[in-house]
């Protein structure tokens, strides 16, 4: 064979995405009213997860004590970062909990981690404008970027599975983030297309992290990992930085061949706002294909709770990607594995009504009645639920709960889509801004929290904010 060092134009996967982050204009009032809500649903999560120290220890500059002249602010702390540390910072924040968006298809995923690098260099863009007598960037600005970045992501994730061949979905995140942020930066065509062919390089991350044995805390800040590795990329590329046009479809050494193991990367339709329309809001702090299992476990608790003694057993009907991902038995070592269990999602759920962070911590799992229920149960697939899931015109998440007493009698809740669905929007919103507020109350005095309520439950108000108006809510 001969080898060549010819190179044949670009890949037309890079070509897309470039177009698409340049020139594209976002026009949908459904997407950015959604993306309204995303951002302030994000904030609040990551406001909320700095009430846990396993989180907070990782948070700050690299060098103790640093202030970085212009820097990005860190929502809810008092760190000034450079724009790299601080999308770490935020990503890591934002997804902590399991607490932020969800997108799921033959890839799953959380949207919303993108917004670490999207705020932190937003942040950083604008006060280095400021700094030269320019105009910052607003609220509206970072919202088109959240927008084109959920876009980048869920359109990947509807036919390129990672999971199946192990890797993690935060590859995803990167790659959005490395896009809309060259853009933002100033970069040109060629200079995103340089970035995101870096990006791809990268690899990705295993999913170890996210499975028994091994499930652990890197899940909650992979993708922050991922949204700051896309930050540097893109300061990289506008710098000059090279790139490489057939970084995914390149024998061999291509990310087509080593990762994918042959299968071609493909977009299952043209960007647009799309994703963002159909977003998943998640209500209730688990992993998302649990969503309609906790609902209905909520649903049943008071038929429940002066009966446990009576049940037989408890059969969860569910979708095969919650068979694979969160149908576990055995112990459960930390919050991470937990929130990643449908049988403790869902058992939380009986008992307690209600389903918050704190739920997963060591002091409420030591109940003895959360695995004396989870032995009662057992998982069941519906093939309906799983084509469901899959089909585009429904992207249902079911799940049924039925639990059988031991004098024949049972009692049982359905629930197709969750509250935080496209289908279940009006009466989503009312509950998201209700989440925001409570999640926000945990740090910030009530002066504060007034006029957080005033300029971010208003979203004609937030979207005319300018970044750091709207960072410094927060500070």
Not at 157 to 173: K, P
Not at 194 to 221: C, E, F, M, V
Not at 222 to 249: C, H, I, N, P, W
Not at 297 to 324: C, F, G, P, Y
């Amino acid at each position: 064979m001969v080898k060549t060092n010819e190179i044949k134009g670009t890949d037309r996967l890079l070509e897309e995405i470039a177009d698409y982050v340049m020139d594209y204009e976002i026009t949908s009032e459904e997407a950015f009213k959604t993306a309204s809500y995303i951002l302030i649903d994000t904030i609040g999560c990551g406001i909320l997860a700095l009430q846990y120290p396993e989180c907070t220890k990782l948070l700050g500059p690299i060098v103790p004590g640093t202030i970085v002249p212009n820097g990005a602010r860190v929502p809810g702390t008092p760190y000034v970062l450079d724009p790299v540390t601080a999308a770490f910072n935020i990503g890591a924040m934002i997804r902590w909990l399991d607490y932020n968006d969800t997108w799921l298809a033959a890839e799953w995923g959380h949207p919303s981690d993108n917004l670490g690098g999207i705020l932190a260099v937003a942040d950083y863009i604008s006060n280095v404008n400021i700094s030269k007598g320019k105009a910052p960037l607003t609220i509206k600005d970072v919202l088109e970027m959240m927008i084109k970045a959920h876009e980048i992501q869920g359109v990947l994730a509807l036919e390129n599975s990672l999971n199946r061949v192990g890797i993690d979905h935060v590859h995803f995140v990167k790659v959005a983030s490395t896009a809309v942020i060259t853009k933002a930066l100033g970069g040109t065509k060629e200079e995103v297309i340089n970035a995101l062919s870096n990006a791809w390089i990268d690899g990705a991350s295993l999913r170890t992290y996210r499975h028994a044995p091994n499930t652990g805390s890197r899940k909650s800040w992979a993708a922050g990992d991922a949204t700051s590795r896309a930050v540097r990329l893109a300061m990289m590329a506008v710098k000059g930085e090279m790139g490489y046009r057939t970084a995914l479809s390149t024998k061999t050494w291509g990310f087509e061949d080593v990762v994918l193991k042959g299968k071609p990367l493909k977009l299952a339709q043209p960007l647009g706002s799309y994703v963002m329309e159909n977003v998943l809001f998640k209500l209730y702090p688990a992993e998302f294909h649990g969503q309609t299992a906790a609902e209905c476990a909520v649903k049943l608790h008071k038929e429940v709770i002066n009966r446990l003694d009576e049940i037989e057993k408890i059969q969860i009907t569910t979708q095969e990607s919650a068979i694979r991902i969160i149908d576990k038995e055995g112990p459960l070592n930390n919050p991470a594995d937990r929130d990643h269990c449908i049988q403790y999602i869902t058992a939380i759920g009986l008992l307690y009504g209600d389903i918050t962070a704190d739920h997963y911590e060591d002091e409420t799992a030591a109940d003895p009645r959360i695995d004396a229920l989870r032995a009662k149960m057992y998982t069941v697939e519906n093939e309906q639920y799983s084509k469901d899931y899959l089909d585009p015109e429904k992207r249902s998440i079911a799940n049924a709960v039925k639990v059988f007493f031991k004098d024949g009698t049972y009692i049982e809740a359905e629930c197709e889509y969750p509250i935080g669905h496209r289908f279940r929007r009006n009466e989503a919103y009312p509950l998201v801004d209700k989440k925001f507020m409570q999640n926000v109350a945990t740090r910030f005095s009530a002066k504060q929290l007034v006029e957080i309520e005033e300029k971010c439950i208003n979203k004609e108000k937030l979207m005319n904010l300018t970044v750091p108006e709207f960072v410094e809510l927060f500070i």
